[in-house]
């Protein structure tokens, strides 16, 4: 996300832990993104600590490897009118006081609980009734670097969490800012979890401080995936999108059950489309599920369906949000550095054949674009069957059908907030936290 000019509407923990810079690490404080590389200076918050490793941009892109699969190009026809869904939705607020909140999720364990993350390094809990909890479920503070794009960026629960209570973290490292993720064990009635017994999966090496990507969910399959980025500046001038050598500017798909492959903290699955048994075995990394993604901030996957939604961060001019339907094989390439949205970015277009975006809008007023969730709840049966996401800097929320096809979205709030994430209770209820206040809201029918 931008950085936005009017410090007002930040609040106390966006001040504190700097306002998140996932697009393209602009920092004039203009909505509109410069083409310029993100410097350590500029990204790495109150932190002051430089990333390791910062190349200059290339000024053409890396030769691109051919694609796995060879979905229809990018069409730039006009999207089909938008049917379905409310006109209007409005926030019903249900905590305040957050410091610094990027993500919102739940636990599964019938609970009810929320647990927000705040991308200084704590976990908040939410009860079922409504209160924030003084304590934290965990805090993470004191091994992580955040201001900017940098921070605790990630959490998911086990599937069986209720059992084993196991749960995982998504954040950049003290000192040089790596992307880690990583294992923790709950305490005895899982009322908060141990910072000592963190078992790191991974270490991703990061070349600069923006576009860390930053989401991790168990998907239907019970396999864990995480976005990452493409590792930083402007217009990926190391070509990770399209390089499958590099597990930057992709989304991972890993098992965290099972007998861990050699060398490896946890499993590689088998139908993994570069692993031995995929679609394309030793075409990439083992790890890798898909790729040419710029900066996939928020993810989910539709409760109903199985089906997968990325809001890609976009560069200069375009937002978008991709879809992966349930049962792919993996392997879909969604274009970039290649393409910007359904608009060639680079000459390199003219070779890369991609998966076009469902959805895309552009800079005006928007600039970052929040992923979100097909609204399967009970509560607000108007929202039934929408995916709801929105815009970081406008503070626009969005509706489309969830489905296939190409669609233009639906504005349905302007609500003044900087979402910097969407959550999902466990009764499907859908959530948003405001980054600026330090405000967590649910969304309903208007």
């Not at 084993?164 to 790596?178: E, H, I, P």
Request: proline share 8%; with cysteine.
């Amino acid at each position: 996300m931008r950085a936005i000019g009017d410090p007002s509407r930040r609040g106390a923990g966006a001040a504190l832990l700097a306002v998140m810079l996932v697009g393209c690490s602009s920092a004039t404080g203009s909505p509109r993104a410069s083409s310029e590389p993100a410097s350590a200076s500029a990204s790495a918050g109150s932190s002051g600590i430089s990333p390791t490793a910062s190349p200059s941009p290339s000024p053409s892109p890396t030769p691109i490897p051919t694609a796995v699969v060879t979905p229809a190009p990018r069409a730039t026809a006009t999207p089909a009118p938008t049917l379905g869904g409310p006109k209007q939705v409005v926030l019903a607020r249900i905590a305040s006081g957050l410091i610094g909140p990027i993500g919102v999720t739940n636990a599964g364990d019938g609970s009810g609980r929320l647990f927000v993350v705040q991308q200084g390094g704590q976990v908040r809990v939410i009860d079922s009734n409504g209160s924030l909890r003084v304590a934290s479920f965990v805090d993470l503070s004191g091994r992580i670097l955040a201001g900017g794009e940098r921070g605790l960026l990630g959490l998911a629960f086990h599937p069986g969490f209720a059992a084993n209570g196991r749960l995982f973290v998504d954040y950049t490292r003290a000192g040089d800012g790596a992307t880690v993720i990583s294992e923790l064990t709950a305490l005895p009635g899982h009322g908060s979890a141990d910072p000592a017994s963190e078992k790191i999966l991974l270490t991703i090496s990061q070349p600069f401080a923006n576009h860390n990507g930053g989401q991790i969910a168990f998907g239907p399959d019970g396999y864990l995936y995480i976005g990452m980025g493409d590792g930083g500046g402007g217009g990926d001038p190391n070509g990770n999108g399209q390089n499958r050598q590099v597990l930057l500017g992709k989304i991972l798909r890993i098992a965290v059950n099972g007998t861990p492959a050699p060398g490896k903290a946890y499993a590689i699955p088998s139908s993994n489309p570069y692993a031995a048994g995929g679609i394309s075995p030793g075409g990439g990394l083992p790890e890798i599920w898909a790729y040419g993604l710029r900066n996939p901030w928020r993810f989910s996957f539709d409760r109903g369906s199985g089906d997968l939604y990325i809001g890609d961060v976009g560069q200069n001019a375009w937002e978008e949000i991709d879809r992966q339907a349930a049962g792919s094989r993996g392997g879909l390439n969604y274009g970039w550095n290649a393409w910007e949205g359904r608009h060639c970015y680079s000459t390199a277009c003219s070779t890369v054949t991609a998966v076009p975006p469902i959805v895309e809008y552009g800079h005006n007023p928007g600039c970052s674009v929040t992923g979100g969730y097909v609204y399967r709840g009970a509560r607000q049966p108007a929202l039934k069957g929408i995916y709801l996401f929105g815009d970081y800097c406008s503070g626009t929320i969005f509706s489309v059908p969830a489905g296939g096809g190409t669609l233009a979205p639906r504005a349905v709030a302007q609500t003044g907030l900087l979402i910097s994430s969407f959550g999902e209770g466990e009764d499907g209820e859908v959530y948003l936290v405001d980054l600026g206040a330090g405000g967590l809201y649910r969304l309903v029918a208007g």
